[in-house]
């Protein structure tokens, strides 16, 4: 069965508001979660690693004032795109690791947003 | 829909030993395709893709070769290295699907000095 759940699938926004995406994990604490941002036909990106009761790790060139990434719990992680713009209209999608450093990722089924 | 089938692992090779893992993929359309890897304790990292037939992707000594007749992208590479330790990750993109990644399992390769 799935390991991780990620809500919601698909979200239509408009301009200048907040959207919250989350990742939890399913029977199992997650210590990191992992968000990705997907364009079309391109590969992942990471965006941020998400650290259980820590600050988020950004990559260099993500906004973290505009992506805001809460890991509030160990089975679940949220990303919220505040102040939405069309050009944030994407993929994302989240992973977790479960068990070793060394173990597979697991993934969310990834959420597309759209922004209008 | 599509759906993305790669070896099993875990694979333990010596150092400078050759490498294979098997993908093979089904897509309703003509999709893109990758490998990724994950280090220890790391996300993801794009490897190599590719984005037609017969095109090959290479980084880093892996290749990997779009064949649409046998719908594979293996992963080879000629000596693997203690440093090549980590799970690799076939994926593929599809825009009948919108264009949303699709992930095989995940082989995880151990190379022994």
């Known amino acids: 069965g799935a390991v991780v759940s990620q809500h919601p699938s698909w979200v239509i926004c408009k301009s200048g508001t907040s959207v919250k995406i989350e990742c939890r994990s399913l029977?199992?604490?997650?210590?990191?979660m992992f968000w990705y941002r997907q364009f079309p036909k391109q590969s992942l990106m990471l965006m941020a690693t998400?650290?259980?009761?820590?600050?988020?790790?950004?990559e260099q060139g993500v906004e973290k004032d505009k992506f805001l990434i809460n890991h509030a719990s160990l089975t679940l992680s949220t990303l919220t795109v505040t102040s939405a713009h069309p050009e944030d209209s994407s993929f994302y999608i989240c992973s977790v690791l479960r068990g070793a450093a060394n173990s597979p990722l697991h993934f969310g089924n990834g959420t597309r947003l759209t922004v209008t | 829909g599509d759906s993305v089938t790669q070896m099993e692992g875990p694979v333990t090779l010596s150092e400078e030993a050759f490498l294979t893992i098997n993908c093979t993929y089904t897509?309703?359309?003509?999709?893109?395709l990758f490998w990724y890897v994950q280090y220890p304790g790391e996300g993801l990292q794009l490897l190599l893709k590719?984005?037609?037939?017969?095109d090959k992707g290479s980084n880093k000594g892996f290749e990997a070769t779009y064949r649409k007749e046998t719908t594979s992208f293996h992963l080879e590479k000629g000596s693997v290295q203690v440093s090549d330790s980590a799970v690799y990750f076939c994926?593929?993109?599809?825009?009948?699907?919108?264009?949303?990644?699709?992930f095989g399992t995940g082989t995880r390769l151990a190379v022994r000095p």
């Open positions: 029977d199992f604490q997650a210590t990191t």
């Open positions: 998400s650290n259980e009761g820590s600050k988020a790790t950004y």
């Open positions: 994926a593929l993109s599809d825009k009948s699907s919108g264009d949303k990644l699709t």
């Open positions: 590719a984005t037609k037939a017969d």
């Open positions: 897509a309703t359309g003509y999709p893109s």
